[in-house]
């Protein structure tokens, strides 16, 4: 079966960067579409970063773009979120989503998606 799991969550200090890890099996990765999602306490999940197919498409939110950078390995079947500058709203569970389509920013555009990794940013 499908499965998305992700890693790299962890409390850093807000100025510091931490590096998101998203490993994927049981798909043909190279053929989905991949968004990194995240959700705060009481908040909607929200749309954070997504790559096509093929890497050459990225989309960021605005809160986040200059600092996150998403990427992926379609040989090793990850995808990588690169996150500097870190600021204290960035604290939330940060969850992958692969679509076999072109990539999109909503949440019930995807077909699967991770358990999440934390992420806490102190003031």
């Known amino acids: 079966q499908v499965q998305l799991v992700e890693s790299g969550g962890g409390l850093v200090q807000a100025g510091g960067s931490l590096r998101l890890s998203c490993a994927a099996s049981?798909?043909?990765?190279?053929?989905?579409?991949v968004g990194w999602f995240r959700q705060a306490p009481g908040k909607e999940r929200e749309f954070v970063a997504g790559i096509s197919r093929n890497g050459i498409v990225k989309y960021y939110a605005d809160s986040v773009k200059g600092r996150f950078t998403i990427s992926r390995d379609n040989a090793k079947a990850t995808v990588s979120l690169q996150m500097n500058s870190l600021k204290p709203e960035d604290t939330a569970v940060y969850y992958c989503?692969?679509?076999?389509?072109?990539?999109?920013?909503?949440?019930?555009?995807?077909?699967?998606w991770g358990q999440g990794t934390q992420v806490t940013v102190s003031s």
């Open positions: 989503a692969a679509r076999l389509n072109p990539i999109a920013t909503m949440v019930g555009e995807y077909d699967y």
């Open positions: 049981g798909l043909t990765f190279s053929t989905y579409g």
